[in-house]
């Protein structure tokens, strides 16, 4: 009999109940991650394995993008144009196997992940209240 996956487990219940602004936080720590895994790959030639991952750190980009509450204002049409300038700097550094535009979303993402866990840290609710539901699985 296989034993199941405590870690997966987890961090499925950690999803399944977090608020919405740490689920945003989630997705930016996914991406970044990705991010860090494609650059990994890239170095070691792993044409396959740097796609697979900045392909994901895409998706999670556009979910992000979908996500967002266009009745806000300024800030939410500011995350868009940004969003998709990463998405597609992010398809340059794929085609040209580049590590510059990848290092660069790694940087801007980073500094939203720090802007938004103020944010969320200083709302009840999460900071996220109207946020649209994701189809996007973090959970691997």
Known sequence: MTRPNTTSRYRQVQIATASRGKLILMLYQGAINSLKKAVELL??????????CIIKAQDIIMELNL?????????????RGLYIYLYRRLIDA???????????????MSNLYEAWEQVVTEKDD???????????SIVR
């Open 126 to 136: 999460g900071g996220m209240g109207r946020l649209r539901s994701s189809r996007i």
């Open 67 to 79: 996500a967002l509450d266009m009745s806000a204002g300024d800030i939410a049409r500011s995350l």
């Open 43 to 52: 170095e070691k030639k792993d044409y396959v394995g740097k796609g697979e």
């Open 94 to 108: 794929n085609l040209h196997k580049d590590t510059v535009p990848i290092q660069e979303a790694i940087r801007i």
